[in-house]
């Protein structure tokens, strides 16, 4: 039996250089599919992220210990809106955040998965805002306007109130929805 040595070195190159084709798609695959899970669990860190840091900015904000050095202006008249809306900015800023990445959580993971929540947790924010607006409309008319009881339950925070417990139950939605994706790659 007469083997060509060249026509068997040949058939080595071919294999190798196939065999280094294969090995090269497969690290791109896998790579690819690393990229795509690594940027999933950030866009779900950065969701929850904002939600806590939603959650904390309005218990800061209804503490109802209110001083006019949290307005960086003591001496103005307005002191009291210049310090709710120095509390009312992270919450603003955060909620911004979070609008961006749902956007993007729209884009990968179906615009019904998170939109119920983002309505809830927009609607739960706006009555905190509308209190606010409230206490301060009826402070600078000297007490004779809006401010109700129902404001005065949403804007002050007490144990276990009513306004708490449904910004609970929004966070605890994001956390079961959003959770599992966090869990799912940091497992990797």
Known sequence: MNIDIDAFQNLILIAVAIGGVLIAWWGLSTWKKQLHGVHE????????????????????????????????????????????M???????????????????????????????????????LNTLRFAIENKLTDISHNGQLAFTDEDFKILYSRSNDEYAEGL???????????GPKLSRYSKR
């Open 41 to 84: 669990f950030e866009l779900a860190r950065r969701i929850l992220l904002s939600v806590y840091k939603i959650e904390d900015g309005v218990k800061n904000v209804r503490s109802p210990f209110l001083d006019s050095r949290e307005s960086g202006d003591s001496d103005g008249d307005n002191w009291e809106t210049s310090a709710y």
């Open 86 to 124: 120095n509390r009312w900015e992270p919450v603003e800023e955060a909620f911004r955040e979070l609008r961006v990445d749902l956007l993007e959580a729209d884009v990968l993971w179906g615009r019904e998965v998170l939109s119920e929540q983002k309505t809830l947790l927009r609607k739960h």
């Open 168 to 178: 609970a139950k929004i966070v605890n939605r994001f956390d079961g929805i959003i």
